[in-house]
């Protein structure tokens, strides 16, 4: 006889395994983001910069699926610690654009070492972890769909 499966039970849900494995992955990247005077929220607006600068602030919320009252403290104490300057557009004064500093640009080099850091924290082979990107990447397009 096939035993009924508790459809709330807390190993059964989706969304408590997401939240401990997110808190747990992001744990991991708190000593390696230490020596270069980053949170993890940081790191992520700088890997959107390394791939794209200058974003205004609406680009970068957007990259970042961030709302600005989320985002706007973030880029103030990273523009507090001198890697990135935001101004007003010149060609559009309600534009607040984003631009790395030399410094921001500069510690690029340092976090190149990251990714590799952290699938070696985890041990898990590199095709593993980039199915894994690719389910969660169809998640977060099926929820962003339902929440319309």
């Known amino acids: ?3 009924d499966v ?3 039970a807390l190993e059964n849900q ?3 395994a997401l939240a401990v494995a997110s808190r747990s992955v992001i744990g991991l990247y708190r000593p390696v983001l230490e ?3 980053l949170t993890h929220p940081q790191y992520l607006v700088m890997l959107a910069l390394w791939q794209q600068d200058p974003r205004s602030v609406k680009e970068l919320g957007a990259a970042l699926q961030l709302e ?3 985002l706007s403290p973030l880029l ?3 523009e507090a610690s001198g890697l990135i300057d935001r101004r007003r557009s010149a060609a559009d004064e309600r534009r607040l654009d984003v631009t790395l500093t030399e410094a921001g640009r500069a510690l690029r080099s340092r976090a190149e070492s990251i990714p590799q850091a ?3 924290q985890l041990g898990m082979p590199v095709a593993e972890l980039q199915a ?3 389910s969660l990447t169809a998640i977060i397009a099926a929820a962003t769909r339902s929440n319309g």
């Open 6 to 8: 508790d459809v709330l």
């Open 132 to 134: 894994m990107q690719a």
């Open 68 to 70: 600005p009252a989320t």
């Open 1 to 3: 006889m096939a035993q």
């Open 14 to 16: 989706v969304c408590f």
């Open 35 to 37: 020596p270069l005077g």
């Open 118 to 120: 952290m699938i070696e």
């Open 76 to 78: 103030k104490r990273l």
